[in-house]
C-alpha cells in the first residue's frame, strides 16, 4: 500500500475514532469499520447471532488494508494515552461461543480486534460500567424470517428460527417451544417479563428498507409473563404519572436541543436567515424520525451531522430535487444536478 494511501486511511480511521470517543469515552475497532463503511451494520448483527464463521468474512476490504486500520487505530490511542482493555465478544446462540474476528483465527490478530481503548479520564466506576457492558454476554436472539425456511433438525419450519452451529432450528429443534412471544410496545410488561423469565430471546425482524434487523418482541416463559402482568396491574397508576411527567422532560429537552442546533447552524452558516435555521432544527431534530438530528453525531451538534441537516433542507426547499424524483429521475442523477445550486446557496450562508 503507498505512503499516500495508507496516510489517508490513517486519518479516515482517526476521524472516526476520535468521534467515537467523543459519544461514548472508548472505541472498538468493530464500531470504527462500521463508522468508516467497512461493514454494513446487518452483517455485524448475523456475526453477532453466530450466523457467520468470523467477521472478516462481512469485510469489504484486504486484509492488508485491515491490519493497517487496526495499527493506525492503535497508534493513535497510544498517542492520545488512551488505555487498552480486551473485551469479551460472545455470541447469541445457546453455547454463548466466543466469536471470531479473522478467518486465520490468529492470536495477535483477534486480540487486536478484541482490544477496546478507553478514555483515561474515567473514574473507577465509570470503568466498572463500562467494562461490564463491554463483557456483557448478549441476549439468545430468534428470528421472525421474512420468507420460507426449513429447520435443520427435523426439516420442518416454525414462525421462529433460531441459528444454531450456522443453521436455522424450529423452537422445537431449539428446546424453546415452551416459550410465548410478547409484542413490542409495553416497555414495563416486556422488561419485567424478561427479567423474571429464566430463558427468554429478543425477537428480530430485518427491515429490507432500512436494511437492518429491528426488534419485534421477546420470547419469555409464560408463567413470567403472568406475574409481569400482576407487577404492571399493580403499580399502573404511577407508571402513568411517570410517563406524564417523562412526556414533559422530553419536551423541554427537545426545545432546548432544537434551540441548541439552531445556533450551531448559525455559526456555521452566518449567513442563513434565522427562522430558516429555527426550521431546519425543528425538521431535522423530530423525535422519533430517524433523521440526522436524532443520531448520536446530531444530538453531540457534530459539525458533519449538522452541516448534513442544512444540506437536507436547501435540497428539498431551495432546488427541483423533489420535482426530478417525481419524474423519475435517479437519486444520484438528481444529486448530481442540483449539486451546484446547493454549493451556491450554502456558500453565500457561510458568509
Not at 493497517?68 to 488505555?83: D, K, V
Request: charged residues 35%; glycine residues 6%; proline residues 5%.
Amino acid at each position: 500500500m503507498s505512503e499516500v494511501h495508507e496516510s489517508r486511511l490513517a486519518r479516515r480511521v482517526t476521524d472516526a475514532a476520535e468521534g467515537l470517543l467523543k459519544q461514548s469515552k472508548s472505541v472498538a475497532p468493530v464500531e470504527v469499520f462500521l463508522s468508516i463503511g467497512w461493514l454494513p451494520r446487518p452483517r455485524v448483527d448475523e456475526w453477532r447471532q453466530g450466523r457467520l464463521d468470523h467477521l472478516e468474512a462481512a469485510l469489504s476490504v484486504r486484509p492488508d488494508k485491515i491490519s493497517t486500520a487496526l495499527q493506525a487505530l492503535r497508534t493513535w490511542a497510544e498517542r492520545g494515552g488512551l488505555e487498552p482493555s480486551e473485551a469479551a465478544y460472545i455470541a447469541a446462540t445457546r453455547d454463548r461461543r466466543p466469536l471470531r474476528f479473522t478467518a486465520s483465527g490468529d492470536e495477535e490478530a483477534e486480540r487486536a480486534y478484541r482490544t477496546h481503548w478507553i478514555s483515561p479520564g474515567l473514574s473507577p466506576a465509570q470503568r466498572e460500567r463500562l467494562a461490564a457492558k463491554d463483557n456483557k454476554a448478549p441476549d439468545l436472539v430468534a428470528i421472525l424470517p421474512l420468507k420460507e425456511w426449513t429447520c435443520a433438525g427435523c426439516h420442518g419450519t416454525g414462525e421462529f428460527l433460531v441459528m444454531e452451529d450456522s443453521e436455522p432450528h424450529c423452537l422445537t429443534c431449539a428446546d424453546m417451544d415452551h416459550l410465548v412471544f410478547l409484542p413490542a410496545g409495553d416497555a414495563a410488561l416486556s422488561r419485567r417479563a424478561k427479567k423474571e423469565s429464566g430463558l427468554s430471546a429478543l425477537v428480530m425482524q430485518f427491515n429490507r428498507r432500512r436494511k437492518r434487523y429491528e426488534r419485534r418482541g421477546i420470547l419469555i416463559e409464560e408463567a413470567a409473563l403472568e406475574r409481569a402482568e400482576e407487577q404492571c396491574l399493580a403499580d399502573e397508576d404511577a407508571r402513568a404519572r411517570r410517563r406524564d411527567r417523562d412526556r414533559e422532560r422530553r419536551e423541554r429537552l427537545d426545545v432546548t436541543f432544537q434551540r441548541q442546533m439552531a445556533a450551531e447552524i448559525l455559526r456555521l452558516f452566518p449567513g442563513c436567515p434565522p427562522e430558516r435555521a429555527e426550521e431546519i432544527a425543528g425538521h431535522a431534530a423530530v423525535r422519533g424520525s430517524g433523521r440526522v438530528g436524532r443520531s448520536a453525531a446530531g444530538r453531540a451538534l457534530d459539525e458533519n451531522a449538522v452541516t448534513l441537516a442544512v444540506v437536507a433542507s436547501v435540497r428539498h426547499l431551495d432546488t427541483d430535487y423533489d420535482d426530478q424524483l417525481m419524474s423519475g429521475v435517479p437519486r444520484g442523477d438528481a444529486r448530481a444536478a442540483i449539486r451546484a445550486t446547493v454549493d451556491a446557496v450554502l456558500d453565500g450562508w457561510r458568509r
